[in-house]
């Protein structure tokens, strides 16, 4: 169904956002990791995103997502895809971060995608952050996305990147439990409005 994943059924459990307490993560040092890697990048990704850096701050900056992805393709070989079990809502999302900026290292991204899928699976991740990467790798493959997730900036503001099958696309966002996309669009508008970014604009990161 896709260039990455057979996606003839959707996951059959989810992790629903923001869920009840859990014990504590298994790997709190791998969880301390991830988090304070995506602490480090995220000023340099606000600052990409508007193109408010030099070419030499750039060059650093995708030396650090470089440097992340590299870090991430170790904890994915050493422990699969890190899950909330495994380290935190925190942790995991931080992973999923530094895999949707991992861009320049499509291998990683998209093990990191199939990784995911299978935690989504065991409802030991988000559904809803797995469709953003996955969108996002199908992008970065030359691919239609799916789900309808990753935009671009247009005349008019941010507009969807080019969907697979766009007439079903409210029915596979809301099995990932994502909103109706034009409404999603309307209020990414709204949200970015004041202050809208270059770049990299995925739904709700």
């Given at each position: 169904?896709?260039?990455?994943?057979?996606?003839?059924?959707?996951?059959?459990?989810?992790?629903?956002?923001?869920?009840?307490?859990?014990?504590?993560?298994?790997?709190?040092?791998?969880?301390?990791?991830?988090?304070?890697?995506?602490?480090?990048?995220?000023?340099?990704?606000?600052?990409?995103?508007?193109?408010?850096?030099?070419?030499?701050?750039?060059?650093?900056?995708?030396h650090?997502?470089?440097?992340?992805?590299?870090?991430?393709?170790?904890?994915l070989g050493?422990?699969?895809?890190?899950?909330?079990?495994?380290?935190?809502?925190?942790?995991?999302?931080?992973?999923?971060?530094?895999?949707?900026?991992?861009?320049?290292?499509?291998?990683?991204q998209?093990?990191?995608?199939?990784?995911?899928?299978?935690?989504?699976?065991?409802?030991?991740?988000?559904?809803?952050?797995?469709?953003?990467?996955?969108?996002?790798?199908?992008l970065?493959s030359?691919?239609?996305?799916?789900?309808?997730?990753?935009?671009?900036?247009?005349?008019?503001?941010?507009?969807?990147?080019?969907?697979?099958?766009p007439?079903?696309?409210?029915?596979?966002?809301?099995?990932?439990?994502?909103?109706?996309?034009e409404?999603?669009?309307?209020?990414?508008?709204?949200?970015?409005?004041?202050?809208?970014?270059?770049i990299?604009?995925?739904e709700?990161?």
């Amino acid at each position: 169904m896709t260039a990455l994943l057979d996606l003839g059924r959707p996951p059959a459990a989810r992790l629903p956002e923001g869920s009840a307490v859990l014990p504590p993560p298994q790997r709190p040092d791998v969880q301390r990791e991830l988090v304070a890697r995506v602490d480090a990048a995220r000023p340099t990704w606000a600052r990409l995103a508007h193109m408010q850096l030099s070419e030499q701050e750039i060059g650093r900056g995708r030396h650090v997502d470089h440097a992340n992805a590299n870090v991430l393709r170790r904890i994915l070989g050493e422990h699969g895809w890190p899950d909330v079990p495994l380290v935190g809502h925190d942790g995991s999302t931080a992973a999923f971060r530094l895999a949707l900026h991992a861009d320049t290292q499509p291998d990683v991204q998209r093990s990191a995608a199939r990784l995911m899928y299978t935690a989504v699976q065991r409802s030991a991740a988000s559904f809803q952050q797995w469709a953003r990467l996955h969108d996002r790798c199908l992008l970065n493959s030359g691919v239609p996305q799916l789900f309808g997730t990753q935009y671009r900036l247009g005349p008019d503001g941010p507009e969807r990147q080019p969907v697979r099958d766009p007439g079903s696309l409210d029915a596979r966002r809301a099995d990932a439990g994502l909103p109706p996309a034009e409404e999603a669009l309307h209020a990414f508008r709204l949200r970015l409005a004041a202050d809208p970014p270059t770049i990299n604009l995925t739904e709700s990161q």
